[in-house]
């Protein structure tokens, strides 16, 4: 089994600095010659936590806990003492020399260094250089300041087109630039940056390391791509990352909680106000992922969104997915529809407001559904029950008569009644389920996608081959509804150079490809392939079939997202939909007997 040789062990242990380790966990203060804080192992109001710079150890007189900067982040984070080692090598970019292997580990090392270099060269961009002054004069208009800024290590990624490149490529390769997600290849064979003209958000992981950017456009409000991520790479997954967690760490030990936001400002100027504890997900939904995240560090949660209706409607989804991890949610909903980052610029009361207006859930998701409604109508009383019957259902017992007793004083209705209405909810839904899964479609041997990828590959031959083939095929099927990217790039490529010279197809087609795809053509050109019409007949059928199985897909798709007794007929209606494209499948599979393809 492989160990990491003790020169790397003696090597972490010299270079992790104690005081650096634990400050990034913990809150520290100096005490003499030492550094003390609240103990993060157990809870304490008076400090008994000590680090000591001098023999790198950490000490707590309260419970117990002593060691150095491997053993804390073994106790801190719970990791074995392999891993211990690993994360601090990481942090202080130290390579791992393994006992068995006499060579370094350096998984996705040159990514991070990539990532590294861009930041330092964005914020060169922003604080240095004149081209990067509008956005920062954008940035200080907003309400941030120059501490804010280097803070959050906010850049400014130049208009040109391969500024980035440029600066980077001396140090890195190409390919490195691109599995980074940083700048992209271009037709011509150059390459461009991925990031052009927009202020610069770089995205660290847990572990301090730089995994991504999201670049945002401040001087063109028509432009629909207000913000630009980096890409999913082998180092970044947006829907696996927290913005600010790892700087929000401490805080979340400290205060036992995390603040979820929805952007980037949001959180920053909830740190200037401070709020510390806050973090963000990447422009997107919460995620499974980063509920399990949150999960890890602390079991309570306070969301604080936007204030108006979308920002409501998100509160809603999260706090759903939350407690789905059992963490403990509350929310603060904020006036006038303001969101975080505007209410923070227009007042100085961020932090009495928010720790004043929490909401738990329940009561949260009360009010968000009664509000707007007029409880003596009774379309708006029908829609309210039905919504609160949705969330409360799922709930335990005592907190669903709680609110639903209080909603039927509210709208002056029976109890009872609404009780009863509610256990014939619970039984439409038990029927609907039962109907779902007693509606089996037909049953057909689905056409396996090798399948499908083989007649694609006929049809090209055969559309080079003559104009009698390509105007059968033109006249039976859509060529752009090719499953594989590059052979539809190659019929693309085919019908534009046949229209000019269709009489020697090959040849006209090739002087117009790139040698990526000449050499994918030759591959998939057969010169031994026995053509004939029945044998184009059957490819296209198979083709045609594909076509079906999507339409299927989509609506399968669509019919489990119907899930009430009202939207029965439309799943009904589905179903039927469904059947007739099977039996178009099976249609087409019978006129296919006896009919053998080449491929």
């Known amino acids: 089994m492989a160990r990491i040789s003790q020169k790397t062990i003696d090597l972490i242990k010299d270079t992790a600095d ?101 930041m330092e060269f964005y914020a060169l961009n922003l604080l240095n250089i004149e081209s990067g002054k509008p956005a920062f004069d954008y940035l200080l208009q907003r309400g941030l300041d120059i501490e804010t800024i280097e803070t959050f290590k906010l850049g400014y990624a130049p208009g040109r087109n391969n500024a980035l490149f440029n600066q980077l490529s001396t140090d890195f390769q190409p390919l490195d630039l691109i ?18 003209s927009r202020i610069m958000f770089p995205i660290h992981n847990e572990n301090n390391r730089i995994v991504a950017f999201s670049g945002r456009v401040f001087n063109d409000p028509d432009n629909p791509a207000k913000y630009v991520n980096t ?57 499974v992922e980063q509920a399990q995240l949150i999960k890890k560090h602390t079991d309570n949660v306070v969301i604080c969104y936007d204030g108006d209706k979308p920002g409501q409607q998100a509160t809603y989804k999260a706090l759903k997915l939350l407690e789905g991890v059992k963490l403990n949610v509350k929310v603060v909903s904020l006036p006038d529809q303001m969101d975080p980052d505007e209410f923070i610029s227009k007042r ?50 005592m907190i669903r008569e709680i609110y639903l007793k209080r909603f039927a004083s509210e709208a002056g209705i029976n109890y009872n009644t609404l009780v009863s209405d509610f256990q014939q909810s619970k039984i439409d839904e038990r029927i609907m389920a039962d109907f779902k899964s ?7 041997n689905q056409v396996k996608m090798p399948k499908f990828d083989k007649a694609e590959r006929a049809i090209i031959n ?68 026995e053509y004939s019409i029945e044998d184009l007949e059957s490819c296209i059928k198979v083709l045609e079939s594909a076509t ?50 080449n491929y």
């Open 18 to 118: 104690i005081v650096d380790v634990v400050g990034e966990f913990v809150p520290l203060q100096a005490a003499g010659k030492n550094m003390k804080g609240l103990c993060p192992f157990h809870s304490e109001k008076t400090p008994s936590f000590f680090v000591s710079k001098e023999r790198q150890i950490f000490n707590c007189f309260g419970c117990g806990k002593k060691g150095n900067a491997i053993n804390f982040i073994q106790e801190y984070k719970q990791l074995s003492f392999v891993d211990s080692l690993k994360f601090l090598a990481d942090k202080y970019h130290i390579d791992l020399e393994i006992d068995d292997q006499k060579t370094p580990q350096r998984t996705n090392e040159n990514l991070y260094n990539a990532n590294q270099k861009a």
């Open 179 to 196: 599995n980074a997600g940083l700048v992209n290849r271009s037709n011509d064979g150059g390459y461009y940056d991925l990031f052009r």
């Open 438 to 444: 007693k509606a089996k479609p037909i049953q057909t």
């Open 462 to 529: 055969y559309y080079v081959q003559s104009i009698e083939y390509r105007e059968m095929i033109n006249g039976r099927y859509n060529l752009m509804l090719f499953q594989n990217k590059d052979y539809r790039a190659l019929i693309v490529s085919a019908i534009e150079a046949l229209k000019n010279n269709p009489s020697q197809p090959l040849l006209v087609l090739k002087s117009g490809l790139t040698d990526e795809y000449k050499n994918k053509l030759d591959k998939l050109i057969d010169k031994t392939y």
């Open 348 to 397: 100085s009361d961020f932090p009495d407001y928010f720790e004043n207006n929490q909401l738990d859930q329940f009561e949260f998701v009360y009010k968000m559904i009664l509000s707007g409604k007029n409880l003596e109508l009774p379309y708006d009383i029908e829609d309210a029950k039905n919504a609160l019957f949705d969330f409360f259902g799922k709930s335990s017992g």
């Open 548 to 597: 079906f199985y999507d339409e299927i897909n989509q609506l399968r798709e669509k019919s489990s997202l119907l899930d009430t007794k009202e939207e029965l007929d439309k799943y009904l209606e589905i179903q039927e939909e469904i059947k007739r494209l099977q039996l178009k499948i099976l249609e087409l599979k019978g006129k296919n007997n006896g009919q053998k393809t």
């Open 231 to 287: 890409p999913y790479t082998e180092i970044f997954s947006k829907s696996q990352i927290l913005y600010n967690l790892y700087r929000a760490l401490p805080y979340i030990r400290s205060q036992n909680r995390v603040v979820l936001m929805e952007g980037y400002m949001d959180v920053i100027k909830a740190s200037m106000a401070g709020i510390n504890e806050a973090v963000c997900s990447m422009g997107t939904q919460l995620t």
